[in-house]
Every structure is written in C-alpha cells, then in structure tokens.
C-alpha cells in the first residue's frame, strides 16, 4: 500500500512563503504523475500543480509564476513551493501520486492520496 504523507502547512501572512513536503513510501519515479490538490471550506477539491515522470510541470492558473512543483526522487520526495501568498490559497493541501496514468489536474484520475496538510494565509 502506498502512503503519501504530506507536511510544511501553517499560518502565514499574505505576500509569504510556505514549503510543502510530500513523503512517499514507494520510489517516486515509479510514479508516472505526482501532483498537489488543494480544497477551501465550501468549495471543491482543484488541482494545483503536477509534475511527471520526464519532469515536466504544468499549473493552475491561479498559482502560475507563485507556485514551483519539484521532486527530489532520491528522497522520494514531492515539493511544492509557495511564494507570494494570498488569502484565497488557504485551504487544505493534498499530495496526489498515480503509477498508471497522469491524470493531470483532474481530481478524479488520481490513485493514490494524502491525508493534507493545512495552510492558511491572512490578510
């Protein structure tokens, strides 16, 4: 059974910085896509950001050119650093990894899940 467990969340002001971790308990270039999903109270569960097994990046919108997605696969560890805050990031963060298929930004194509980690940024 593969376990995600994801760290770094906690409380920051606008216009900070916050670092996520994701440990993995399997290699992670065995994972074809890893990536960060995120929920806010009352709102659906989007995608954040992923990254594949060649590397490549893509992002939300909403956190391009703030948001840096990384891997260090001799670790077996996801990133996700978070620069220039704002108050609509806070949510919880969830670590996201798939061994079959890269589901992309789409929550539903994703096997294998964190439990989260909080981050709330105020104004």
């Known amino acids: 059974q593969v376990q995600l467990v994801e760290s770094g969340g906690g409380s920051v002001q606008a216009g900070g910085s916050l670092r996520l971790s994701c440990a993995a308990s399997r290699v992670t270039y065995r994972f074809v896509c890893m990536g960060w999903f995120r929920q806010a109270p009352g709102k659906e569960r989007e995608g954040v950001a992923y990254?594949?097994?060649?590397?490549?990046?893509n992002y939300a919108d909403s956190v391009k050119g703030r948001f840096t997605i990384s891997k260090d696969n001799a670790k077996n560890t996801l990133y996700l650093q978070m620069n220039s805050l704002k108050p609509e990031d806070t949510a919880m963060y969830y670590c996201?990894?798939?061994?079959?298929?890269?589901?992309?930004?789409?929550?539903?194509?994703?096997?294998?899940w964190g439990q989260g980690t909080q981050v709330t940024v105020s104004s």
């Open positions: 990254i594949n097994n060649y590397d490549t990046t």
């Open positions: 996201v990894a798939d061994s079959r298929l890269c589901g992309g930004l789409d929550r539903n194509r994703y096997t294998y």
